[in-house]
């Protein structure tokens, strides 16, 4: 049978194409005797199938599979069974029968089904790149190319366990001031499309003058009512402006900038993105991954354009046999603290281990900045909505008073 293979050469340059074999595992080890690093193979045949024979692996994945905290459970289980001696099949089939949500138990039975025939389960996991992403393809890989299938799983059970943390650390970070923002735009809705039209009913009858600020808000009152269609799509308007701004590159590549240099949430911001980026690209590199992909690898987990760019310069450089330290000293988005520490990790051959440790160091600072920034965020919040609701009820009762004054 012929197979085609992705694969990265001793001089971390990708290569695809074709070999003949009797199984994928067959396959495989003629390309690590090549001296190839095989990321991914697949028979050839699968490629000229009809979409209606590959239908049946996307019709397994209704609802949600594959979350966060599914790949931490995963990656958890499946590295405490290997240690514990077993091999990938019974492993994928224990786990497998714990699993309560079934569209995550038929993905495992699938896998393990394919392995069970021969494939590797970093092909087995291809299948699946919407929840299986390159890089845990991609230690997977490294995982079976060097027979540590097992530390590879612990390094992702690390690494996955970090970044579901990292996700409910913001989440839960954000939900209270989003209650109270939440709250305050309803207050402030009902107060002006119900409550403000009463009042000025009511001052018209008594012919009583109104202050500035109540005028204001009776004319804001009656715009919104007179033009609410205009008024509705103003609102969309301002809703998906950011979304389609981030669709332009240039708008994108400043809006990037922009939100980094924020205060408050721009240091955070980037710490964060150094955490991800430092915690894929050090795992991967532990895991034997060659340096170029380990690169490749870890500017997918941002969407900041700026760090994505900065990526992509230390790939060239590394291309081009420049020093990946001397690359980021230059940058201003690398504190340069960090930046000497991964130059000395290149330097005494410890990159993997200097990446692990400020990833480490940096979710840490993290967890206090973030504690620190909700501390703050939440009376300044707390203190807007009194001001902006105390606004518009002083300019419902002012012209009472100025009314109760004069009688």
């Known amino acids: 049978m012929a197979f085609a293979y992705e694969a990265f050469d001793s001089q971390g340059k990708k290569v695809a194409g074709t070999v003949d074999g009797e199984s994928a595992a067959h ?4 390309l690590h005797a090549r001296g190839l690093f095989v990321t991914r193979v697949s028979e050839t045949s699968e490629a000229a199938q009809p979409a209606a024979a590959t239908a049946p692996r996307r019709s397994l994945l209704p609802g949600r599979p594959g979350t966060t905290r599914d790949l931490m459970l995963l990656a958890q289980q499946t590295a405490m069974m ?4 077993s091999r990938v099949v019974p492993a994928l089939e224990a786990i497998e ?4 949500k079934r569209s995550w138990r038929r993905i495992i039975a699938d896998m393990r089904g394919r ?6 389960l970093s092909a087995a996991m291809a299948d699946y790149p919407h929840i299986f992403n390159d890089t845990w393809r991609a230690i997977i890989a490294a995982g079976e190319s060097t027979g540590q299938i097992s530390q590879a799983f612990e390094r992702l059970a690390i690494m996955t366990k970090q970044q579901h943390q990292i996700r409910v650390r913001v989440l839960g970070a954000l939900i209270y001031p989003a209650v109270l923002m939440s709250m305050a735009f309803a207050v402030v809705a009902v107060m002006t499309l119900f409550v403000l039209p009463r009042f000025g009913e009511l001052y018209e009858t008594l012919k009583t003058p109104l202050p500035a600020m ?3 808000m009776l004319a804001v009152a009656d715009a919104v009512l007179t033009h609410k269609l205009a008024v509705g799509c103003g609102l969309l308007a301002v809703l998906a402006a950011p979304v389609l701004a981030w669709r332009v590159a240039a708008l994108r590549s400043r809006a990037d900038g922009l939100f980094i240099r924020l205060p408050l949430i721009g240091k955070l911001a980037r710490q964060i993105i150094l955490a991800k980026i430092f915690r894929v690209w050090g795992t991967a590199i532990h895991s034997k991954v060659p340096l170029l992909e380990s690169l490749e690898l870890s500017r997918n987990v941002t ?3 700026l760090y994505r760019s900065l990526v992509n310069e230390v790939a060239n450089a590394v291309s081009e046999g420049q020093s990946i330290g001397r690359c980021l000293m230059g940058s201003p988005l690398v504190p340069k603290t960090m930046a000497s520490a991964i130059a000395t990790g290149e330097q005494s051959g410890q990159l993997g281990e200097s990446l692990l440790f400020l990833a480490e160091y940096t979710e840490d600072e993290n967890a206090q900045m973030l504690a620190t920034v909700t501390r703050l965020l939440e009376p300044l919040i707390l203190v807007l909505m009194g001001l902006t609701v105390g606004a518009v009820a002083v300019s419902l009762f002012l012209p009472l008073f100025d009314l109760t004054s004069a009688m």
């Open 97 to 100: 029968e714990q699993i309560p």
């Open 27 to 30: 396959a495989t080890d003629q």
């Open 303 to 305: 969407r900041n354009s």
């Open 214 to 216: 109540t005028q204001m």
């Open 82 to 85: 290997l240690r514990a001696g």
């Open 115 to 120: 392995v069970e025939t021969g494939s590797l």
